[in-house]
Each structure stands twice: as structure tokens, then as C-alpha cells.
């Protein structure tokens, strides 16, 4: 019913920025939040930062400070602007999409991932 597609990553130097951006369409009514997850090769998928409906905000620890999360909820469009970027960032990005199926359960739909590279 959803579809979620990110654009945006490509290879920085340490200390580069580079802005992700996610946008969902499909049968969507509500979106009661967007946000942002990382992988990296070996390790779990983490979160990076989330927006809600009501907009409030959640970060990382690690990305506390360099990176800003914005909705544009006219067209089901988040962005993420990452700042002062860490080879530590490098990572796989997903946009996460939650969307309401009754008052208090919510479906998750992802995005294909995009690829964000930080050389030192």
C-alpha cells in the first residue's frame, strides 16, 4: 500500500555534508511518523533520527548536534541534513515510514536503503 523510496547518499570527506531525502507514497491517510536508521556491514540497524506527526524529534547520541531531521507533510517528504560528517556515519540509510492501521498499532514500511560513504 506503500511505497517509500530515499535519495540523496553518495561519498564525502570527514568534516562534508550531504542531505538525504525520503518521500512516501501510496494508500496513505496518516503518516504518525518518518525517520531515519543506518546499518553497517556487520553491525545492527540503528537508529538515526525520527520525526512524529506532532513533530517532535528523537537523534542518536552519536548524530546529537550534526544532524536535523524536517517533514514536508504536505507531500509525505522527510529530510535529513547530516553535518560535520564522521567515517563513522558511513553507513546504509533506510527511511522508516509509520503508518496507523488502528489507534494503537502501526505498520513500518522501508525504503530501499542509500548508500552514505565518509572518507577520512
Known amino acids: 500500500q506503500v511505497q517509500v523510496v530515499e535519495s540523496g547518499g553518495g561519498l564525502v570527506q570527514a568534516g562534508g555534508s550531504l542531505g538525504l531525502s525520503c518521500a512516501a507514497s501510496?494508500?496513505?491517510?496518516?503518516?504518525?511518523?518518518m525517520g531515519w536508521y543506518r546499518q553497517a556491514p556487520g553491525k545492527q540497524r540503528e537508529l538515526v533520527a525520527r520525526i512524529t506527526r506532532s513533530g517532535s524529534t528523537n537523534f542518536a547520541d552519536s548524530v546529537e548536534g550534526r544532524f536535523t531531521i524536517s517533514r514536508d507533510s504536505a507531500k509525505n517528504t522527510v529530510y535529513l541534513q547530516m553535518n560535520s560528517l564522521k567515517p563513522e556515519d558511513t553507513a546504509v540509510y533506510y527511511c522508516?515510514?509509520?503508518?496507523?492501521?488502528?489507534?494503537?498499532?502501526?505498520?513500518?514500511?522501508w525504503g530501499q536503503g542509500t548508500q552514505v560513504t565518509v572518507s577520512s
Open positions: 501510496g494508500n496513505i491517510f496518516r503518516i504518525n511518523a
Open positions: 522508516n515510514v509509520v503508518v496507523p492501521v488502528t489507534p494503537h498499532l502501526n505498520n513500518d514500511y
